[in-house]
T-cell receptor, first 113, second 113 residues
């Protein structure tokens, strides 16, 4: 039972364009969402998060959008740079103070020069 | 701070052997997590500890897997006996609270032949 799903295993985007990574979840108890970025042979690193009381959070080139009614979130990267090529994981947790994160399968983003 | 330290980085072992993976969390972090990454299932939570106490081990596949956290600066994940299907990358992560996300180690790539 995959509670967090990233249906696109891979995505290829031209440098300078917008990258949009998508994530769907099934558990309505989830109230905190995060994106992690992972380079080969390294652990995932925290990128950006959003609480369910918001529908948008922005940090530089990265913006996360949350649509609670659709149980969908997305990560926008604008403009995309070659260094953004990595695997991106969506994660979610439920309940105040909860720390247990449920991760999606990941999407491999490739930025082409 | 050196971050979350995992050892070994790579482990190749024969089926039936005991395998022990080690983790040193970031000093001051009160939660520690063990995850397993596979192509099919992405990042799966195996077990997590709060203040050295196991909170949720529902992700531990079976009795062959066990984890301990004898003190705030050390944890082990043991597989006995190991099987080829245990081959994966095992990540340890630590956290000081939900709003801060996790800090992952670089992982241990386990191959059971």
């Amino acid at each position: 039972d995959q509670q967090v799903k990233q249906n696109s295993p891979s995505l290829s985007v031209q440098e300078g364009r917008i990258s949009i990574l998508n994530c769907d979840y099934t558990n309505s108890m989830f109230d905190y969402f995060l994106w992690y970025k992972k380079y080969p042979a390294e652990g995932p690193t925290f990128l950006i998060s959003i609480s369910s009381i918001k529908d948008k959070n922005e940090d530089g080139r990265f913006t996360v959008f949350l649509n609670k009614s659709a149980k969908h979130l997305s990560l926008h990267i604008v403009p995309s740079q070659p260094g953004d090529s990595a695997v991106y994981f969506c994660a979610a947790s439920a309940g105040a103070g909860a720390q247990k994160l449920v991760f999606g399968q990941g999407t491999r983003l490739t930025i082409n020069p | 701070d050196a971050g979350v330290i995992q050892s070994p980085r790579h482990e190749v072992t024969e089926m039936g052997q005991e395998v022990t993976l080690r983790c040193k969390p970031i000093s001051g972090h009160n939660s520690l997590f063990w995850y397993r990454q596979t192509m099919m299932r992405g990042l799966e939570l195996l077990i997590y500890f709060n203040n050295n106490v196991p909170i949720d081990d529902s992700g531990m596949p079976e009795d062959r897997f066990s984890a301990k956290m004898p003190n705030a600066s050390f944890s082990t994940l043991k597989i006995q006996p190991s099987e080829p299907r245990d081959s994966a990358v095992y990540f340890c992560a630590s956290s000081q609270g939900q709003d801060y996300g996790y800090t992952f180690g670089s992982g241990t790539r386990l191959t059971v032949v």
